[in-house]
Structures are given as structure tokens and as C-alpha cells.
């Protein structure tokens, strides 16, 4: 009986048709407790992948996700990608990446969904109202470290495809999983494995969905673009040694001024960069990106409440949100080498290292703007006329990521937000960095759309993270309703 209804609603989904989408919403809604009880286990497992003291429990994370995957009929792999080079040079072993397939029809269209479940470094000294490694439920919001980002978006579609296993109503689609341990540190390894996999794992793949961002607002969203990230480190040294101010101050060049006085020439006090070159390449804004901003839903009054702040560097909507994802940033994180302790200490570093970031728009090219940075702060560093040394590296150089909003992936997107949730979705970009978007762009040449269902208040990589139960449950009905949706596509 369940298989002949599933035919008839595989060709429609409208209507009398909906019957098939109220049986896999129902489900959602019968099982939710479950769901959560699953998020519970996986947020308790410390799978920072920062601290190598802990890669026992990011290979245990890898062998859970592996586990579930199994446990719902997936074609399971899990593949080697070598070794990690850590700090003092010794070599430690990389988090298997999972890989799992969910059907094979040719006739079909193939989605692979990316995701990681490592996590950024959480202590409940650091300001956790709880434990962050205990899923804690408090009025509807799931507290826990990697809740939002990255495990419930993971899990929120291995449910997805579970709950058409467990009713026995045939996929849509073909679907394939590839998920990673170690997105919070670079990826390491991950570049290399889809080199290597272009023409086998790759080779039947249609478009690239990945769920590891958030909405900006309660309404739901569809994300086409992230900014790129060039990261570097400017290093003066001088004396050889440290020196105690008493006795060296006043006649030695200190390198945490000199360092000091050029990190002040890389911005204005208005947020304007200063390198030469940088704001130019900038793309113009169009008249059809112009109107995308004036529709999206963002309370700017709202945004500085959450901050904390009073005032903001623009007090408009679309200014402000063409310089969160359209305009290049530049921050500057922290100087290593400089005395940061509680106390007091009077000593001269002998070296110091500034570490700053320019997070970069499409038109940008990382290799440029290496140049562009080493080239400015060497003059700076030489108009000062010291001694000492400077040394400029750019040690990360990830690119911009931005599709095109036209493309089918979004209009099903579109589609899957409003029969979910009943409003038309914001088409946001991101702020932020994701490499493996555009690595998977430029391996694979395949269509790619981020789909989110993350909260906008779900504090990513601060301290009381979450999810809401709100965006869980029903961000697995959006993807159960997105695999029908992309089912629809014309397949070439």
C-alpha cells in the first residue's frame, strides 16, 4: 500500500499529492525526542579538532557519523587523507573523512551533502551558562558546543534520508554524503581527497548542498556567497634576546613599537583600508544585488543589541550588510610574542608578531593581495628608518565563494522555504569564510547552493552555542521538502 501512494506522489506534490509530505512531516513530529536524544549524544563527544589531545574523540565522532549512516542502509566508506604535521614537527593521524551513497538510479539527479563534525574549543570556565558538552534544553534552545554548527545541520539530513527509509517511500534523488573532522582547522587533507575522488565519487554528482551557515534572521534563508580570507603574520625582531626596560628602554628600538606604529597604517579609524589597491578591486553593486539587500529581512536597532554596541560604522540596512559580506574587512586578531598575563612584567620582546586578516570579495585574488600587503607594509616598516627586521607571510589564502542566485538550485530552494515554513526565503550571503565551496567549485564544476537552518542568534564558535528545537525539526522538513523540490529539475 505505502509503496503504490509513494509512486503517485513522487509525480506531483501538490494538492491531494501533499499526502506523501504530510507522512514524512508527521514523522519528523512523532519522532523529534529521538532526534534530540541522537543531536545529545553526538554534542557529548569533545571532537575539537584543535586540541591533539582529543583526536581519540574526533576519530570516535568520525566512527559515530560512519555508525549512523550504516544503521539507515548508506554504502559507507570511511577514507584515509594522511597525516597532520603538528607544532613541535612530529606527524599525528588525520580524521577519516565519512563518504556514504543512498541510491544509484541514473535517471535520477545525484545530491552530495557536505558537512563537518569537529568543533571549535569549548570550557564552561569560558563563560558556558552550562556544561557544553551536555545538550541542555532550556525553553526550546539546545545548548551545546557544535549544536548548530555543524552537527544538528548533519544530522537534520541523515534524519531526512532516514525518514523515507523508515516509511518506505523511495528517495527522490540520489544521495551522497561527505563529511569531514577537521573544517574548524582548514580542512587539512580534505582539498587533496577531492582531487583524488573528481572522477570517481564526484563523477555522477549533480550539485553540492552545504548547511554549515545560519539564517539572519527568523526567516529562513538561502545563502550565495561567502568572502574569502587572506590571514598574515608580520614579525619585527631586534635584540637577541628580551630585555628589561629598566636598563635597556630608551636605548634600543623596540620592536612592539615599531610592530604597533605599522598595524596602525593598515586601517583608518572609520574602517577604510589603507593598502593601496585593496578597495579597488572591489566589484560593483548591481541593481538586481541592490534590490536582494532592500528585501531581506534585518533589524539593524536589534543587531546592535545583540553586540552590545551603540553605535555601528553605517546605521542603514544595506550599507551595513554590503560591508559584512560585499566589501573587503580587515581585523587585526592579536600580537604573539608580547607579554599578555595577568601582572605586570617590564621587558622588552625581542620579537613580536602580529596576526591580522583581510577578508576578501570576488575580484580579489589572494596571490595579489599578498603582494599588495607585503609590498605596502615593507615601505611602511622601511619610512621608520629602524633596525630591526620585519618579515610579512601570508599563511592562509582562501578564496571567495558566490553563486548565481538564477541558477535552479535556488528556485527549489525557494520553493522547499515556502512550503515549509510558509514565507519567502532572504538570499544572503556570508561574511565569513568556506573554503570547501570553492574547492568544490573549482574541482568539481558543479552546481552548489547553501542551504542553512541554523538561527541567527545561535552564537557559532561562542560561548552558549545552540540550536533551537524550532530550527532542528523543521530545518529537516525543509530538506526533506529540497530533495523533492531538486527532483523537479530538468535533468540535462
Same mark, same amino acid.
Given at each position: 500500500?505505502?509503496?503504490?501512494?509513494?509512486?503517485?506522489? /513522487? =509525480?506531483?506534490?501538490?494538492?491531494? %499529492?501533499?499526502?506523501?509530505?504530510?507522512? /514524512?512531516?508527521?514523522?519528523?513530529?512523532?519522532? $523529534?525526542? @529521538?532526534?534530540?536524544?541522537?543531536?545529545?549524544?553526538?554534542?557529548?563527544?569533545?571532537?575539537?579538532? %584543535?586540541?591533539?589531545?582529543?583526536?581519540?574523540?574526533?576519530?570516535?565522532?568520525? @566512527?559515530?557519523?560512519? $555508525?549512523?549512516?550504516?544503521?539507515?542502509?548508506?554504502?559507507?566508506?570511511?577514507?584515509?587523507?594522511?597525516?597532520?604535521?603538528?607544532?613541535?614537527?612530529?606527524?599525528?593521524?588525520?580524521?577519516?573523512?565519512?563518504?556514504?551513497?543512498?541510491?544509484?538510479?541514473?535517471?535520477?539527479?545525484?545530491?552530495?551533502?557536505?558537512?563537518?563534525?569537529?568543533?571549535?574549543?569549548?570550557?564552561? @570556565?569560558?563563560?558556558?551558562?552550562?556544561?557544553?558538552?551536555?545538550?541542555?534544553?532550556?525553553?526550546?534552545?539546545?545548548?551545546?558546543?557544535?549544536?548548530?554548527?555543524?552537527?544538528?545541520?548533519?544530522? *537534520?539530513?541523515?534524519?531526512?534520508?532516514?525518514?523515507?527509509?523508515?516509511?518506505?517511500?523511495? =528517495?527522490?534523488?540520489?544521495?551522497?554524503?561527505?563529511?569531514?573532522?577537521?573544517?574548524?582547522?582548514?580542512?587539512?587533507?580534505?582539498?587533496?581527497? !577531492?582531487?583524488?575522488?573528481?572522477?570517481?565519487?564526484? +563523477?555522477?554528482? #549533480?550539485?553540492?548542498?552545504?548547511?554549515? &551557515?545560519?539564517?539572519?534572521?527568523?526567516?529562513?534563508?538561502?545563502?550565495?556567497?561567502?568572502?574569502?580570507? &587572506?590571514?598574515? =603574520? *608580520?614579525?619585527?625582531?631586534?635584540?637577541?634576546?628580551?630585555?628589561?626596560?629598566?636598563?635597556?628602554?630608551?636605548?634600543?628600538?623596540?620592536?612592539?613599537?615599531? =610592530?604597533?606604529? !605599522?598595524?596602525?597604517?593598515?586601517?583608518?579609524? +572609520?574602517?577604510?583600508?589603507?593598502?593601496?589597491?585593496?578597495?579597488?578591486?572591489?566589484?560593483?553593486?548591481?541593481?538586481?544585488?541592490?534590490?536582494?539587500?532592500?528585501?531581506? @529581512?534585518?533589524?539593524?536597532?536589534?543587531?546592535?543589541?545583540?553586540?552590545?554596541?551603540?553605535?555601528?560604522?553605517?546605521?542603514?540596512?544595506?550599507?551595513?550588510?554590503?560591508?559584512?559580506?560585499?566589501?573587503?574587512? /580587515?581585523?587585526?586578531?592579536?600580537?604573539?610574542?608580547?607579554? +599578555?598575563?595577568?601582572?605586570?612584567?617590564?621587558?622588552?620582546?625581542?620579537?613580536?608578531?602580529?596576526?591580522? +586578516?583581510?577578508?576578501?570579495?570576488?575580484?580579489?585574488?589572494?596571490?595579489?593581495?599578498?603582494?599588495?600587503?607585503?609590498?605596502?607594509?615593507?615601505?611602511?616598516?622601511?619610512?621608520?628608518?629602524?633596525?630591526?627586521?620585519?618579515?610579512?607571510?601570508?599563511?592562509?589564502? *582562501?578564496?571567495?565563494?558566490?553563486?548565481?542566485?538564477?541558477?535552479?538550485?535556488?528556485?527549489?530552494?525557494?520553493?522547499?522555504?515556502?512550503?515549509?515554513?510558509?514565507?519567502?526565503? #532572504?538570499?544572503?550571503?556570508?561574511?565569513?569564510? !568556506?573554503?570547501?565551496?570553492?574547492?568544490?567549485?573549482?574541482?568539481?564544476?558543479?552546481?552548489?547552493?547553501?542551504?542553512?537552518?541554523?538561527?541567527?542568534? #545561535?552564537?557559532?564558535?561562542?560561548?552558549?552555542?545552540?540550536?533551537?528545537?524550532?530550527?532542528?525539526?523543521?530545518?529537516?522538513?525543509?530538506?526533506?521538502?529540497?530533495?523533492?523540490?531538486?527532483?523537479?529539475?530538468?535533468?540535462?
Amino acid at each position: 500500500m505505502m509503496k503504490s501512494i509513494s509512486l503517485v506522489c /513522487l =509525480l506531483m506534490w501538490t494538492g491531494v %499529492s501533499s499526502f506523501m509530505f504530510d507522512n /514524512l512531516t508527521q514523522y519528523v513530529n512523532s519522532h $523529534e525526542e @529521538e532526534f534530540i536524544e541522537t543531536l545529545r549524544k553526538w554534542v557529548s563527544i569533545e571532537s575539537d579538532s %584543535s586540541d591533539i589531545s582529543k583526536r581519540s574523540d574526533l576519530h570516535r565522532m568520525m @566512527e559515530v557519523t560512519a $555508525e549512523k549512516l550504516r544503521l539507515i542502509g548508506g554504502a559507507v566508506e570511511m577514507v584515509d587523507i594522511g597525516m597532520q604535521t603538528i607544532s613541535n614537527g612530529s606527524t599525528i593521524e588525520l580524521p577519516k573523512v565519512v563518504t556514504a551513497q543512498f541510491g544509484s538510479d541514473a535517471t535520477k539527479h545525484t545530491v552530495c551533502i557536505y558537512g563537518h563534525v569537529d568543533v571549535q574549543p569549548a570550557k564552561k @570556565e569560558d563563560g558556558w551558562a552550562t556544561d557544553p558538552y551536555q545538550l541542555t534544553d532550556i525553553n526550546g534552545n539546545l545548548y551545546g558546543r557544535g549544536a548548530s554548527d555543524n552537527k544538528a545541520p548533519v544530522l *537534520a539530513w541523515i534524519h531526512t534520508v532516514e525518514v523515507y527509509k523508515a516509511l518506505n517511500i523511495e =528517495l527522490p534523488v540520489n544521495v551522497k554524503f561527505i563529511i569531514e573532522g577537521m573544517e574548524e582547522t582548514g580542512s587539512d587533507g580534505l582539498d587533496a581527497m !577531492i582531487v583524488a575522488q573528481k572522477d570517481t565519487f564526484f +563523477s555522477d554528482v #549533480d550539485f553540492i548542498i552545504i548547511s554549515d &551557515c545560519g539564517w539572519l534572521s527568523r526567516r529562513p534563508a538561502l545563502t550565495y556567497g561567502t568572502r574569502g580570507n &587572506c590571514y598574515f =603574520l *608580520a614579525e619585527v625582531s631586534g635584540p637577541k634576546k628580551d630585555l628589561h626596560s629598566g636598563v635597556y628602554g630608551g636605548t634600543v628600538i623596540e620592536p612592539m613599537i615599531d =610592530l604597533i606604529g !605599522i598595524m596602525d597604517k593598515l586601517i583608518s579609524p +572609520s574602517g577604510k583600508i589603507l593598502i593601496p589597491g585593496i578597495r579597488e578591486a572591489v566589484a560593483p553593486l548591481s541593481d538586481e544585488e541592490w534590490k536582494i539587500y532592500q528585501d531581506i @529581512e534585518f533589524d539593524v536597532e536589534r543587531y546592535k543589541e545583540d553586540i552590545g554596541i551603540g553605535e555601528l560604522m553605517y546605521n542603514n540596512k544595506v550599507d551595513l550588510l554590503a560591508h559584512r559580506w560585499r566589501h573587503p574587512t /580587515l581585523s587585526i586578531h592579536g600580537i604573539e610574542g608580547a607579554f +599578555s598575563a595577568p601582572g605586570t612584567k617590564t621587558v622588552i620582546p625581542a620579537k613580536v608578531t602580529a596576526k591580522f +586578516s583581510i577578508r576578501q570579495v570576488p575580484n580579489m585574488d589572494p596571490a595579489v593581495v599578498e603582494k599588495q600587503v607585503t609590498d605596502y607594509l615593507n615601505s611602511v616598516f622601511a619610512k621608520r628608518k629602524s633596525p630591526n627586521k620585519l618579515n610579512v607571510t601570508m599563511v592562509i589564502g *582562501a578564496k571567495p565563494w558566490l553563486a548565481d542566485v538564477n541558477n535552479p538550485l535556488y528556485e527549489a530552494g525557494k520553493a522547499a522555504a515556502k512550503r515549509v515554513f510558509n514565507v519567502d526565503p #532572504d538570499m544572503i550571503r556570508e561574511g565569513g569564510t !568556506i573554503p570547501i565551496a570553492r574547492s568544490f567549485q573549482d574541482v568539481t564544476g558543479k552546481s552548489i547552493i547553501m542551504l542553512p537552518i541554523g538561527g541567527f542568534d #545561535d552564537g557559532l564558535h561562542s560561548q552558549n552555542e545552540k540550536i533551537s528545537r524550532y530550527n532542528y525539526i523543521e530545518g529537516t522538513k525543509l530538506f526533506i521538502a529540497y530533495l523533492h523540490e531538486v527532483s523537479q529539475i530538468k535533468k540535462n
